[in-house]
């Protein structure tokens, strides 16, 4: 395999997604906006189908042909994804999205007997970062004032890199959360290093993978990292399905978030007994289309081969980058040099983030604006809101540069342009 | 024209650019803070009523072009009127922006702020003309 993803590549991959060749407002879409949602190849439509037309039935829940298919689909899902980002398949819980992910573990913490080993305390210390995306830091916070611990933050410097000489991870740490890229700057973190520093002081690690999973390799076992996040839909998948890793002996050692039926061994009217993890975290009917939909998913991303998949990413980066800095009056966020993915945000001196994205919009190029659900760190730039442009494996070297032409031309419709 | 130049016309652009009634107000007696969440755009605006008409305003705040201008347009407007009236013009305002493009603000009445009309037909816009009218609404109720 080449290993680099070609124009012939990507226009065979484009071919697999039918919504890349509609148009909007009588344009082509170019769609730069996977990093809120990606698009869906057929393969993975054609799974979630399928099921639906010819095995659909409730997993661990019934003796009849098709409960026990759909069950073993179902555990086949698991196992694949476990593959894929390194884990194995008993520290896989399914959850609707990354959010819930985060908010079933902050509960899990919190719903501890006093006393726990695990149970946080007035005086112990959560630990996120300033560049978060809130679903990674409101949760923290929601945990904090359960349990009376400190919420602290490991702050930005002026260009948004981590500054990690001034974080504050010490000896009252207990948790220390932050996400592997982020969705504002699509730079890669520090992983190694925060890890060490977590674990050294005997603090659990929380990653967010959202942005990751999508676009680099992942091996969690080889990160070290206690739990992780991620969000199918961001990653070729339908909406309602993400995971939650958690190494097992943790998973077991917390009690469940939601609960109801899937999730106990023997109940009486008085109490109940519950399931070993990943089940335990796994109340009520589950997701079974979108879960082996997601499996779909990420044999899409690997036929492919996530390192081309990675590597298409770091060019698109660069072309966004060098594009975007090229263009007069335009401020690009992150820090130069760093490893990112095929992601970047940019203010556009003198026009808001809203008219530069109805502006590209108009040309049939979708963007999101606003603070993208971060607003600590947009506050400590400077700004409220960034345009924000991000590829998959389905963007095209020519749909970036139609995009870059766009931004420029926004400065002379808004007559800022000198 | 273009949708895109009916929406982004060159009046609007300046009132953007150099937007009416961008002050602080000395002793008002009501005022606004609205906030679009989606994009983080605010607007604080002050109103001093004195005997049911509206003696002055002055409104802060920062965002997209179409919220700036719609702010500037509104200061111009309202001021002098009896709240009354404004309220009337608050409800054409509302509605014109709701209806998809289909009905359009009176010229006699809404003057330069006609040229807000471009914006019903872009949805996800309505709520960044509307917030400086969402403020007012709020300011006169208290
Ligand atoms: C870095 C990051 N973390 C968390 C999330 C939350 O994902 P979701 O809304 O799918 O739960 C997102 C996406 O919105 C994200 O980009």
Redesign the interface.
């Known amino acids: 395999m080449q290993p680099t993803l070609t124009e012939a590549d990507v226009a065979m991959i484009r071919a697999d997604f039918p919504i890349l060749s509609t148009e909007v407002n009588g344009r082509p879409l170019v769609y730069l906006d996977s990093g809120a949602t990606s698009q869906k190849p057929l393969s993975v439509l054609d799974t979630e189908r399928d099921f639906y037309l010819s095995r659909n039935s409730a997993v661990h829940r019934g003796a009849h042909t098709l409960a026990a298919l759909a069950t073993e689909e179902f555990e086949e899902a698991r196992e694949k994804v476990a593959r894929f980002v390194g884990a194995s398949a008993d520290e896989i819980v399914w959850t609707s999205n990354a959010t819930e992910g985060v908010n079933l573990v902050a509960y899990a913490l919190s719903n501890l007997p006093a006393g726990s080993e695990l149970a946080l305390v007035p005086g112990d210390e959560i630990v996120v970062t300033e560049l978060e995306h809130h679903a990674n830091l409101i949760p923290w916070q929601q945990l904090a004032q359960r349990t009376g611990a400190t919420l602290r933050f490991i702050p930005v410097d002026d260009e948004g890199a981590l500054d990690l000489e001034r974080a504050p991870i010490t000896d009252r740490t207990r948790v220390v959360a932050f996400s592997h890229v982020s969705n504002v700057l699509g730079v890669v973190n520090p992983v190694a290093e925060l890890v060490a520093r977590a674990h050294a002081v005997g603090a659990l690690v929380m990653l967010d993978a959202c942005q990751s999973a999508p676009h680099l390799p992942l091996d969690l076992h080889a990160l070290d990292v206690d739990f992780a996040v991620l969000s199918g839909h961001k990653m070729l998948a339908p909406t309602g399905i993400g995971v939650l890793y958690g190494r097992n002996r943790l998973l077991n050692e917390l009690p469940p978030f939601l609960t109801g039926g899937s999730m106990i061994t023997t109940v009486t009217m008085e109490s109940a007994s519950f399931l070993p993890a990943p089940q335990r975290f796994e109340a009520g009917t589950q997701r079974v289309s979108q879960a082996i939909a997601l499996a779909a998913a990420v044999d899409y991303l690997t036929g492919i081969g996530m390192e081309r998949v990675a590597e298409h990413g770091s060019r698109m980066s660069r072309q966004l980058i060098d594009g975007l800095s090229a263009i007069d009056g335009v401020r690009v966020l992150g820090a130069r040099g760093a490893q990112r993915v095929g992601l970047a945000s940019f203010a556009v001196e003198g026009i808001h983030a809203h008219d530069v994205g109805q502006f590209l919009d108009d040309r049939g190029i979708a963007v999101r604006v606003g603070h993208h659900c971060a607003q600590p760190l947009h506050r400590r730039l400077g700004l409220t809101s960034t345009t924000r442009a991000s590829g998959s494996v389905y963007t095209t070297e020519a749909e970036i540069d139609f995009f870059l032409e766009a931004v420029a031309d926004s400065r002379a419709f808004f007559g800022v342009a000198s | 024209m273009?949708?895109?130049d009916g929406?982004?016309q060159q009046l609007i652009?300046d009132h953007a650019?150099n937007p009416h009634g961008r002050v602080p107000l000395d002793s008002p007696t009501s005022q606004s803070h609205q906030v679009n969440p989606?994009?983080?755009?605010e607007v604080t605006l002050s109103l001093r009523v004195e005997n049911g008409v509206i003696e002055a305003i002055g409104w802060e705040g920062?965002?997209?072009?179409?919220s700036q201008a719609s702010a500037s347009l509104l200061a111009t407007l309202v001021d002098t009127l009896p709240v009354a009236e404004a309220e009337s013009l608050l409800e054409e305002f509302r509605t014109a922006m709701r209806s998809r493009g289909q009905i359009e603000l009176d010229e006699d009445r809404f003057g330069d702020a006609i040229a807000l009309n471009g914006v019903s037909k872009?949805v996800a816009?309505v709520k960044?003309a509307m917030l400086p009218w969402v403020a007012l609404e709020h300011a006169m109720a208290g």
């Open positions: 273009s949708d895109l929406l982004y652009l650019k989606t994009c983080g755009d920062h965002g997209c072009s179409i872009y816009r960044c």
